[in-house]
């Protein structure tokens, strides 16, 4: 028996053939939806596949007791993008290994490579950071505004992943209020990616103050860019 991680891809019809055949005989079907706004319902993707799925929270899968069903069944599980994007699949990975639980990876497209679609170089990004949801914090953390500061310090862009909830006009409040406490320049204008890799995406490049006052649904990541090159101008200007 073995463990089936699958990346949904960016619509829900990106599901890759083989990982469809692997639907259609697994004896159970998770949805992991904790890490990401999902632009769909999971109920799209039941129609489009023909399949039940069953949602798991994040403490189900950090307990991992799913790999217990492997041990006996075909358990495939679903997750927005690529399927080894969050470090809890990698640890899924890890202790299936020590337990000797057959395992599988099937691949897709995220928002790693979707991105290219602003015109930004991914060989120019640093590292990705994510910005929490203040909301659900009962002090006001900006450690990610490190990983900008490293990524500036080597002309690389900076993208950042936005917790689930936290929607536009927060996040850009929250960018600002970051950047001023830890001292750091944000350029004149940023970018904004709602969407991505969907029929509704729509990319935004703007001064941070503006895009504050736009329509920009979740979910949605930020982009500080950096040392653009002509290519790159142009295509955002554009």
């Not at 904790?34 to 769909?40: C, K, L, S």
């Not at 358990?75 to 690529?82: H, K, M, W």
Request: net charge neutral; charged share 20%.
């Amino acid at each position: 028996m073995t463990l089936h991680l699958i990346g949904t891809g960016m619509t829900q019809n990106s599901i890759s053939a083989d990982a469809l055949e692997t639907l259609k005989t697994a004896d159970k079907i998770y949805l992991e939806n904790y890490t990401v706004n999902f632009p769909y319902p999971k109920e799209e993707l039941e129609k489009n596949y023909n399949i039940k799925i069953q949602e798991l929270s994040r403490q189900q899968v950090e307990n991992e007791s799913i790999l217990q069903e492997a041990k006996s069944q075909n358990i495939a599980l679903l997750v927005y993008g690529d399927s080894l994007s969050a470090t809890t699949h990698m640890q899924l990975i890890l202790e299936a290994k020590k337990q000797n639980i057959p395992y599988k990876i099937y691949h897709n497209a995220s928002i790693l490579t979707t991105i290219a679609e602003t015109g930004l170089s991914l060989y120019k990004f640093g590292k990705t950071t994510s910005m929490p949801n203040w909301a659900e914090h009962t002090n006001k953390p900006t450690s990610f505004i490190n990983y900008i500061k490293q990524n500036l310090s080597i002309d690389a862009h900076s993208l950042i992943l936005t917790d689930i909830g936290l929607e536009i006009k927060n996040a850009i409040e929250q960018l600002i209020e970051s950047t001023k406490k830890e001292n750091l320049k944000l350029p004149k204008k940023i970018i904004a990616i709602s969407h991505a890799g969907t029929s509704q995406q729509k990319i935004f490049y703007d001064a941070p103050q503006n895009l504050q006052n736009k329509n920009i649904p979740m979910p949605f990541c930020l982009i500080i860019p950096n040392n653009l090159n002509h290519i790159e101008k142009e295509m955002l200007e554009n």
